[in-house]
């Protein structure tokens, strides 16, 4: 009889197994070239390249992307300035009380804004191969969050540098705005007993930039090197780290640049003090749910003439009569009541926005003329931000957007630079 050992193994089991070993292989290989380094550098002291006072060795352990690795280290005193450490954390930018590898920190930290929760990113890791709890991520993420945001601060000091220079100038530069509400923990949360609010609800608001280039075939324009920037309060502070981002992704060579949002007014005041040159465009979504408002407002139970009315309307908007339908929502009677409140509110809304609505004019330009980029970005943004449960606080989402931002915009590898 054939013994257990002659049964036939899966693809699956053996390939696992060799990954085993070959993790384990890299880990003793890390291990021993990590020792290596440290014996060769010793107790020296990278910044002042002094030999510590005082010194002793001690184990160190640390978490890396093949497993756990034992070294023994030096600590010591600093005869330079006096201060106490590890001249090996110090050499290799780890804290110090830091249990994590630089590269195993990039993998969590990515799992962690690609992940719909902490806990996501923990059993992705997991499988892996790399098992850490899920409130190791979260620390993780503030503490590198919080390091994106300070990089990003230092940023908006400098001048910023094109990234492709040589690339000739793109035909159209395509910027947008919009903002979605986010749960905060209000001042009341976690008390028994308060009149103030344990839940409070604050707008989030995302800018999106892209390089817009015309098909060769004639087909709508292609959508390149999309860039993304939030903020949680004023409008301004969002236009300008957006401005910035833009004209690293090539804002300041564009042939034309075009403004797409809703009728939100701070997005208007943003573009208005950012890009006061730029054409502005109406949503053209965001233009049809307002006649569709004033549509229910003037035949509230006729559906049929509601329907004539509103698609009538539309058609004129996107066919380049869209001063027709302008004078003849200034034209509508006022009413009393509630219909009338509406009738108003749309019309003043219509006329605010009356020099952007060219829908047909940049449409056979290929224009984009709807707002489709950002609002795309604000539903994957919520996704992440407004799941069962979550309630944030300013400081804890700043630092997710940051390190987010981070990712998307080409300032990861950064995070990880020492001095």
């Given at each position: 009889m054939s013994s257990e050992t002659d049964a036939p193994r899966s693809l699956r089991d053996m390939e696992l197994e060799v990954e085993a070993e070959g993790r384990e292989w890299m880990r003793r290989r890390l291990e021993e070239k990590l020792q290596t380094e440290a014996n060769r550098h010793g107790g020296v002291f990278p910044q002042s390249g002094r030999k510590a006072h005082h010194r002793r060795q001690t184990p160190m352990h640390l978490r890396t992307a093949f497993g756990t690795v034992a070294l023994g280290v030096w600590q010591?005193?600093?005869p330079a300035d006096g201060h106490w450490g590890c001249p090996m954390r110090e050499r290799w930018g780890l804290s110090a009380h830091q249990r994590l590898s630089p590269a195993l920190e990039d993998k969590l930290g990515y799992f962690a804004t690609v992940t719909g929760s902490y806990e996501a990113a923990?059993?992705?890791a997991a499988k892996v191969g790399t098992p850490v709890e899920d409130s190791t991520i979260q620390v993780l993420v503030q503490r590198l969050g919080a390091k994106a945001e300070k990089q990003t601060q230092a940023r908006l000091e400098e001048t910023p540098a094109e990234k492709s220079p040589a690339r000739a100038p793109t035909p159209l530069a395509v910027l947008m705005m919009d903002g979605f509400q986010v749960r905060f923990r209000g001042p009341g949360w976690g008390k028994k007993k308060t009149v103030q609010p344990r839940v409070e609800w604050h707008e989030s608001k995302l800018g999106v930039f892209y390089r817009h280039e015309q098909a060769a075939d004639g087909a709508r324009g292609q959508l390149l090197e999309k860039v993304m920037v939030s903020w949680q309060g004023e409008g301004l502070e969002l236009g300008r780290r957006l401005?910035?981002?833009a004209l690293r992704g090539g804002l300041g060579r564009a042939r034309e640049v075009l403004a797409v949002a809703d009728g939100a007014p701070w997005i208007w005041n943003v573009v208005a003090d950012r890009w006061g040159q730029a054409h502005q465009l109406l949503d053209f979504y965001h233009a049809s749910q307002h006649l569709w408002s004033l549509g229910v407002a003037l035949?509230?139970?006729?559906?049929?003439?509601?329907?004539?009315?509103v698609e009538g309307r539309l058609h004129w908007l996107r066919h380049g009569q869209e001063k027709k339908v302008l004078r003849e929502i200034a034209a509508l009677p006022r009413r009393r009541g509630e219909?009338?409140?509406?009738?108003?509110?749309?019309?003043?809304?219509?006329?605010?926005?009356?020099?952007?609505?060219?829908?047909?004019?940049?449409?056979?330009r290929?224009?984009?003329i709807a707002s489709g980029a950002v609002e795309s970005g604000c539903r994957s943004r919520q996704c992440r931000r407004k799941r069962p449960g979550q309630f944030w606080t300013p400081t804890g989402l700043r630092h997710l957007d940051a390190l987010e931002e981070a990712r998307d915009n080409g300032h990861w590898d950064q995070l990880w630079l020492t001095a």
């Open positions: 010591g005193k600093d923990a059993k992705l401005h910035w981002e035949h509230p139970k006729d559906e049929v003439a509601r329907r004539a009315w219909a009338g409140k509406v009738i108003r509110r749309e019309a003043n809304y219509f006329a605010a926005h009356a020099g952007r609505m060219n829908y047909r004019k940049l449409d056979r290929g224009w984009p």
